[in-house]
């Protein structure tokens, strides 16, 4: 089975602070993304990348930015959190625009 | 621009009795079309999917969808729900020509299935 692993469940951060979501896939997948999720609001896209190094904006990209060294490793960044970005994230894969899979997500509260 | 839209936010249904859940989609070219399942505080799981050929598509717990291309419509329908099924479920689109694989969400529909 593919897994995705968001290492972070649960966080609570400070406004101002720098914050990483890390996540791994274990399926050598060449595409992994973030979406944001809101009630209300379905999910939404954040970033998307295709390739190590390489990136694409989604929908929602401000107030963030990923990182991809690796493969199987994609992060997300808060580079200053504030109260608007409480949220939940999910990280996702997929090889070459078949089935996305998702991690299990990590809620964050920015107080 | 592609988008979906999920006509019901929340379907209240009682146990063993049948459900649709609504998806219509825009979109200007060709398109794979998913159903996802999210049960309380979890990720998203493929419950099924359509990329081609039979417009039926059945998941392995009882679910399933119809392509309607006239109609643009993905619904998602079971004769009978159980307790179980209580769930948010999205319908998501992926254009299949050229796609890096990304997905659009609709906005969810919870499902409440009560005893």
């Known amino acids: 089975d593919v897994k995705v692993t968001q290492s972070s469940r649960y966080l609570v951060k400070r406004t101002g602070e720098k914050v990483f979501l890390e996540c791994v896939q274990d399926m050598d997948h060449e595409n992994m993304f973030w979406y944001r999720q809101d009630p209300g609001l379905g999910l939404r896209l954040i970033y998307f990348s295709y390739d190590v190094k390489m990136k694409e904006k989604g929908d929602i990209p401000e107030g963030y930015s990923v990182s991809r060294e690796k493969k199987e490793r994609f992060s997300l960044i808060l580079e200053s959190a504030s109260t608007n970005q409480t949220s939940m994230y999910l990280c996702?894969?997929?090889?070459?625009?078949?089935?996305?899979?998702f991690g299990e997500g990590s809620w964050l509260t920015v107080v | 621009a592609q988008s979906v839209t999920q006509l019901d936010s929340q379907v209240p249904v009682f146990e063993e009795a049948p459900v649709e859940l609504r998806c219509n989609y825009s979109s200007s070219v060709s398109v794979y079309l998913f159903w996802y399942v999210q049960y309380p505080n979890q990720g998203l799981q493929l419950l099924l999917k359509y990329l081609s050929g039979s417009t039926l598509v059945e998941s392995i717990n009882g679910f399933e969808a119809e392509f309607n291309k006239s109609q643009t419509s993905f619904h998602l329908r079971k004769p009978s729900v159980h307790i179980s099924d209580t769930a948010e479920y999205f319908c998501?689109?992926?254009?299949?020509?050229?796609?890096?694989?990304?997905?659009?969400f609709g906005k969810g529909t919870k499902l409440s299935v009560k005893p």
């Open positions: 996702a894969s997929s090889w070459r625009g078949n089935t996305i899979y």
């Open positions: 998501a689109v992926s254009e299949s020509a050229g796609s890096q694989g990304n997905l659009i």
